[in-house]
C-alpha cells in the first residue's frame, strides 16, 4: 500500500476523493466482469445496457430516448447502436411520423440474446450482492439510485 509519512494514501483522501474512487472501482468492475462474459457475443457492458433498454420498452426506441436515460453523448450512443447493428442485433427503422428519425429496433438476433444477457447481468449481481447483507443491499441499491437521480439536475 502507498504510504504517506506513515499514513495510508486511503487515510489521506478526502471524502469526496475515497468516494468517487469507490464508486469508479465497482464501475470498473462490473465493465471488466460483463465484457468478459459477453465477449463471445461481441457484446459490452454499455452495449448489454442499450439491449436492456429496447426489450424493457418492447418496441423500437429512438437515439433520443436512450441517450437521455443514459446520459451519453450522442456520438458515443452512435458508435454502440453501430457496433450492435453491425453484429445483427439491431437495426434502424425511420419513424412512421418523421422519416428523419431513426427508430432502434431489436433483431431476431437481438430478441434472442436476452437470456444471456439476463444471465450475465444476475451473476455480476450476485457478485456484488454477496459483499453485503440483504438489508445493506437493499439501502445501498436504494442510495445510489437517488444519488444517480440528482445528479440529473447538475446537467453536466
Known sequence: MLKKEGKGLHEEQNISCAFGR??????????????????????????????????????????TEINDFF????????KLIN??????????RASRHDKREKIIMLTVKGQEIYPVIR????????????MLDENDSVFVREVLFNMSEATKRYNI
Open 22 to 63: 469507490s464508486i469508479s472501482m465497482l464501475h470498473r468492475f462490473s465493465q471488466r466482469f460483463l465484457d468478459n462474459e459477453l465477449k463471445p457475443y461481441h457484446i459490452n457492458k454499455s452495449q448489454m445496457e442499450i439491449l436492456f433498454i429496447l426489450f424493457q420498452a418492447g418496441k423500437g426506441v429512438n437515439q
Open 71 to 78: 446520459g451519453y453523448n450522442k456520438a458515443t450512443i452512435t
Open 83 to 92: 457496433r450492435l447493428e453491425k453484429e445483427g442485433y439491431v437495426e434502424r
Open 119 to 130: 444471465e450475465a447481468a444476475e451473476k455480476e449481481a450476485k457478485i456484488l450482492e454477496e
